[in-house]
């Protein structure tokens, strides 16, 4: 199958982790988010390697922590030795309580409020990323008042097209994000980050997208950075010590999409940047990674239960299932690809085409069109798979649908990370 985690047992039961997702099902509950633990270290595992190996002694990735966030996922990370990247206070404040180390975290976004400021400062956070001017001002008067020297990365545009899905491109000269090389701005704010009071610069940061198949854009940023780098070094005789190169490597969620072999990626953008500096004559800086999704995609697999199915004559069959848009909104938003199984029914024939729907009153509350299943009844587990990324961290109570519980598992056991929504919850902040 897609990954080694993912197995058929000997009831021709789909096996997640070796676990029977049949029994995690009936003994858990649908709709249920299943994370393979030992999947998520033997990846961040293999993120420090290459980046160790390819760029050298202070290369590390930063784990996006918007990809999949809880508590329990801060304090995995934190032992494998990563930093993270944070979008939000809240994500900030969840990493607070799981005990992360503030040093090694990154706060990013086009907005940061002034209570975001004030609050990452307060908690010690290592770098913010800066994204535009009024932030750049925000920072320095909120770190004057609190007496403190703040580090910060600007965030750079690179004008690149990587050829993702439109709504999660980043890098190009008219994104939100930023500030753009070509048309001069970014050089006018490390100008203003030099001349700032209470910041100090440590170098600059770009993000071109996510779900990138090919490496040329990657070693495009790479290269534009160091140009960037080299000619901020001549102009202002300034030393970048940090480059973030951000996240953006794609993940294989079908037999269609193609593999992608992180390592041997990580060892092309790794030779560009040797060369860029030894060509520009510039310090080569320590290089940073933001993986987000290629973390913790694979690491995860959600389990429902089918309702019905509906076949309208020659048109169309649908599959209701206990979930949909809420816990996964992928399809809706950007008709995201995704395997569909009959968990129970692992080594049946699939001959039997449908649409995969959730319970929401929407149309567009699907997980899946034209999918090939054994013909479903009511009763059966349904799994989708890989799923770790974009779900949980985008799930909605639309509907009052309470959220579905995080179960971890792997060698060491099971355990629930975050345990389900009751109804009680839905109504909790209403007065
Ligand atoms: C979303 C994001 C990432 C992670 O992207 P993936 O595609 O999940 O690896 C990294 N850095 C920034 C700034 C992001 O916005």
């Not at 520009?280 to 995609?297: C, Q, W």
């Amino acid at each position: 199958m897609l990954y080694s985690n993912l197995t058929v047992n000997e009831q021709g039961h789909l096996a997640f982790a070796g676990y029977d997702t049949v029994e995690l099902a009936k003994k858990y509950g649908t709709a249920l988010y299943v994370i393979d633990e030992d999947k998520l270290r033997e990846n961040c595992r293999m993120y420090i390697d290459a980046m160790e190996k390819h760029f050298g002694g202070g290369a590390m990735p930063l784990y996006a922590s918007k990809a999949l966030c809880f508590t329990e996922i801060y304090r995995i990370i934190a032992k494998c030795g990563m930093g993270t990247d944070i979008v939000s206070s809240g994500e900030l404040y969840t990493a607070v309580k799981a005990g992360f180390p503030l040093e090694k975290a990154f706060f990013h976004g086009n907005n940061k409020t002034d209570a975001d400021i004030e609050y990452a400062i307060k908690n010690g956070l290592g770098y913010f990323v800066v994204d535009n001017e009024e932030e750049l001002d925000a920072i320095s008067e909120i770190a004057g008042a609190y007496g403190v020297m703040q580090k910060i990365l600007l965030r750079i545009t690179p004008g690149i097209d990587p050829h993702t899905h439109k709504a999660i491109m980043t890098g190009s000269v008219d994104s939100k994000f930023g500030s753009a090389i070509e048309t001069g701005r970014a050089y006018e704010m490390v100008e203003m980050a030099l001349s700032g009071s209470n910041i100090v610069l440590k170098g600059f940061h770009c993000h071109i997208g996510s779900q990138i198949f090919e490496c040329d854009p990657f070693c495009d940023a790479a290269d534009i950075m160091l140009g960037f780098v080299a000619e901020v070094k001549k102009r202002y005789s300034f030393k970048t010590e940090l480059l973030n190169l951000g996240g953006g490597f794609g993940v294989r969620y079908t037999e269609e999409d193609p593999y992608i072999d992180i390592d041997a990626n990580i060892a092309q953008v790794a030779s560009h940047v040797k060369k860029r500096c030894e060509e520009f004559g510039v310090d080569m800086p320590k290089i940073l990674m933001e993986p987000g999704r290629s973390i913790v995609a694979n690491t995860g697999i959600t389990l429902y239960t089918v309702g019905s199915v509906k076949e309208i004559g020659e048109l169309k069959n649908y599959v209701s299932i206990d979930g949909g848009m809420p816990d996964n909104p992928r399809y809706a938003l950007y008709g995201s690809a995704y395997t569909v199984m009959l968990a129970n029914r692992a080594e049946e024939k699939a001959d039997f085409k449908c649409s995969i729907a959730g319970r929401c009153c929407e149309s567009g509350d699907l997980i899946q069109e034209g999918v090939m299943l054994p013909r479903p009844k009511r009763g059966d587990t349904l799994a989708v798979l890989v799923t770790g990324a974009y779900n949980y961290s985008m799930a909605s109570n639309y509907n009052k649908i309470p959220r579905p519980a995080v179960l971890l598992v792997g060698k060491s056991g099971e355990r629930i990370a975050v345990r389900r929504e009751t109804f009680e919850d839905l109504c909790l902040l209403d007065n």
